[in-house]
């Protein structure tokens, strides 16, 4: 085995200037490369991608994309030295790491990582990677100077497998905001409501965000940004072809891409003017007067489910023919709340829950902002015997 004595690394954003400055603390000869011209200090420049890889025995990835790796090894490839190996760190598709691995054959690593900049720094990464024997052997060194190593079967599976663990990532994030919505709507301070929650499952994640989740965040540089968390969550989308729930709406996020993920849990809740035409929805109901389902859905609303064993589709109009125009005589103990709302931009999408009776109801709404506001365009059903 031969142990590369020149690293190139490619991509010097967050985690490739963090990967780069930790190669270099531990004697290794690193030359980098990044389209913005900024090299850590302890990193030789190089003026462009085939310079850095003409120097290199291993050259390491560390880009934000599919495309920007395809982009950059296109630029290098008649560069790179013989015996070179290719160090692929970026969080790509499972479909664009099989691809890469095929054009770059036995010389090709793929080695996604788990872990911030500041794990990183510690040396203390969880790597993913997938290699020939040879090719593993040789750029082994590098990623246990980076932290621990698992070798997997291919490298589609570890891409798919880094975006699983971003996935779960997403959702502590999510379950975070929702935590946070839900003691903001109690009145809680924030403080008490972040150390009860440092003591619970959600504990490590708040400590370790917890400068940019008080009530006046402090200045922080971000670790990991909404925008690349959005991007892995399409990512899997697209390979798994399974609906991600809230994942999907990280893009949206009111601090923009380039804000930590923590800003994620941060995000106001759904506006007043989205939730209205819902509690004029429940107040036709409490009330059993009409007139409120006319302010909450548009006038081409249907509303469509199964009815003793048939399927209806009423328009508004006979849907509000059903409602006496009084409450039902069980009112005081029937109850609704509304369990999702999930706003893209003029559409929305919500779910609700009604106990009626012996009955439980299970609503999914489609909304539309219109010139005068938001409406429900659409509402399905499930009737819970």
Known sequence: MTTPHTIAVLGLGRMGRAIATRLAAQDWDVVGWTRSGRIPAAVRAAGDPKEAV????????????????????????DSLRTNAV????????????????????????????????????????QILAAAEQAAFDRARPVMETLGAVRLVDDAA???????IA??????????LRDSLRQADALGLPRTQVLD?????????????????LADEPQAATPEFTVGALAKDMALLATASNSPLGGAAGLAGTPAGPEADIAAAATAPAVAEAVLEPLS?????????????????????????????GAFVSWPLDEYCALFPGQPARDEPA???????????????????????????FTDVFLLVRADYGWRIANKAYHRHP
Do not use: W
């Open 54 to 77: 003409a120097q290199a025995d291993l050259v390491l990835l560390a880009l934000f994309d599919g495309p920007a790796c395809s982009q950059v090894l296109e630029d290098v490839r």
């Open 196 to 212: 009860v929650l440092e003591l619970g499952q959600l504990g490590g994640l708040v400590a370790r965000k917890r400068l940019f």
């Open 166 to 175: 971003n996935h779960s990532l997403a959702g502590s994030v999510l379950a």
């Open 334 to 360: 029937r109850s609704r709340r509304v369990d999702t709302v999930e706003v893209h931009g003029t559409v929305a999408t919500a779910t609700m829950t009604l106990s009626h009776g012996a009955d439980t």
């Open 280 to 308: 004029a929805y429940i107040r036709g109901h409490a009330t059993g007067d009409p007139a409120h389902f006319r302010d909450a859905f548009l006038p081409t609303a249907h509303i469509e489910g199964l009815r003793d």
């Open 86 to 125: 290719v160090l692929n760190t970026s969080t790509v598709s499972p479909a664009e790491a099989a691809e890469t691995a095929r054009r770059l054959g036995s010389s090709y690593v793929h080695a996604p990582v788990l872990g911030s900049v500041p794990v990183v720094s510690a040396g203390a990464l």
């Open 157 to 163: 599976t570890a891409a798919a497998l880094k975006l």
